[in-house]
C-alpha cells in the first residue's frame, strides 16, 4: 500500500501508530494521522497548517479533548486502521493521482483527510474555526506555485507535474547510495525475510542505541548464528513504528566496505570515499551504519603510508558523531 508515499509520508504514519499506541488505542484513525503530519512538522502540510496561522499545539489540544484514552494496555507492532482511516488513504492516493503525481506526500494525505469529513481528523480543524474548502485551497495554491512539495524520496518514485520539476532534489546521501544498502527501504518493500526468536537481543540493541555515550553496539557470534538477521530484525521494528520516539526516523545502512575500497588505486581515494560517507552521516543525523563482519575494518584500505578504515572512523565515533552496529 505505501510503496509511491515518500519518506515523509511514511514517516507520518509510523508517527501516527504511536500516536494511537500513547492513547492505548487498538487502531489507527483519522485523529492519529493528523496528529502524525502535526509530529513529523516540516513536511508540506505542517506548513499549509502553519500559513494558516493555526498554532499545531492547539491540534494536539483538540484532538485530546475529542479522543479518550483507553484502558492501560501494552500495544506493540502496528496496529490495524479504522474504516475511515482507510478511506483517508484512498482519498490520499486518489489525490495524487488527479494531481499527476506518481508518489503520495503529506500533502495528499491532509487532502485525504479534508475529504474524509465525518473523521475526527476533519472535526478537530473546524474547532479550531479553519474552513475544510480554504485548507484545500491553500494546499493546491502552495503546489501550483511549485513548492517543496515532492518530498525527499517523490523523485525516485515518479513524481510529476510542477511539484517534481521545481521541487523534487537529487538524493542527499549519494556515497551512502553508492556504498551502502538501505535496509529500512527493504523492509518497507517486505523484502527482508521475518526474524524468529531474536526477541531479547533486538530489544538489547535498542536499548544501546537509544543511550547517550557508548551507544554503539557490537553483534558477537560465529559465523551463520544470525547477527546480520537481528540488525534486519531492528529495521523491520523501524518501519513498523514499534522503537523509541528517538529511533522512530532512523535509517538503517549496511556498509559495503569491498566496494568502497574497489577501484582505489591511489593513495588517499579510500580515505576520501569513507570520509564523505561520515560527512553524510552527520549531516543527515538519523543514519545509522552496520559493518558486517566489523573486524574487516582493521587494515581496509590501508596502503603503505595512508591509514585504515578502523582509524578513520573511531575519532567520530569516540565522538558521538555517528552511530554504528558492528
Request: glycine residues 10%.
Amino acid at each position: 500500500m505505501y510503496e509511491r508515499f515518500t519518506d515523509r509520508a511514511r514517516k507520518v504514519m509510523q508517527l501516527a501508530n504511536q500516536e494511537a499506541q500513547r492513547f492505548n488505542h487498538e487502531y489507527i484513525g483519522t485523529e492519529h494521522i493528523l496528529l502524525g503530519l502535526v509530529k513529523e512538522g516540516s513536511g508540506v502540510a505542517a506548513n499549509v497548517l502553519k500559513n494558516l496561522d493555526v498554532d499545531l499545539r492547539k491540534i494536539r489540544i483538540e484532538v485530546e479533548k475529542i479522543v479518550q484514552t483507553g484502558p492501560d494496555m501494552v500495544t506493540m507492532g502496528k496496529l490495524p486502521q479504522t474504516p475511515r482511516a482507510k478511506k483517508v488513504i484512498e482519498y490520499a492516493m486518489d489525490e495524487a493521482r488527479n494531481l499527476n503525481h506518481n508518489y503520495v506526500g503529506t500533502e495528499h494525505l491532509l487532502l485525504g483527510l479534508l475529504r474524509e469529513q465525518e473523521g475526527v481528523a476533519a472535526q478537530v480543524l473546524m474547532n479550531l474555526g479553519l474552513k475544510l474548502e480554504d485548507v484545500r485551497d491553500e494546499v493546491l495554491n502552495l503546489l501550483g506555485h511549485g513548492m517543496e512539495s515532492a518530498e525527499p524520496g517523490a523523485e525516485e518514485r515518479g513524481g510529476s507535474g510542477a511539484t517534481q520539476q521545481k521541487g523534487a532534489s537529487r538524493s542527499k546521501t549519494p556515497a551512502l547510495d553508492s556504498f551502502g544498502r538501505d535496509l529500512t527501504e527493504l523492509a518497507r518493500q517486505k523484502k527482508l525475510d521475518p526474524v524468529i526468536g531474536r526477541e531479547r537481543e533486538i530489544e538489547r540493541v535498542v536499548q544501546i542505541l537509544c543511550r547517550r555515550q557508548k551507544n554503539n553496539p557490537v553483534l558477537l557470534g560465529e559465523a551463520g548464528v544470525g547477527k546480520t538477521a537481528i540488525v534486519e530484525g531492528f529495521a523491520q521494528m523501524v518501519v513498523d513504528g514499534a522503537v523509541p520516539d528517538i529511533l522512530a526516523d532512523r535509517r538503517i545502512i549496511v556498509l559495503d566496505l569491498a566496494m568502497m575500497v574497489a577501484g582505489t588505486k591511489y593513495r588517499g581515494q579510500f580515505e576520501e570515499r569513507i570520509k564523505a560517507v561520515m560527512n553524510e552521516v552527520r549531516r543527515a543525523r538519523n543514519t545509522i551504519l552496520f559493518i558486517d563482519e566489523l573486524h574487516t575494518l582493521v587494515g581496509a584500505g590501508g596502503a603503505e603510508g595512508a591509514i585504515d578504515a578502523s582509524n578513520v572512523l573511531k575519532p567520530a565515533l569516540s565522538r558521538g558523531e555517528i552511530q554504528c552496529i558492528g
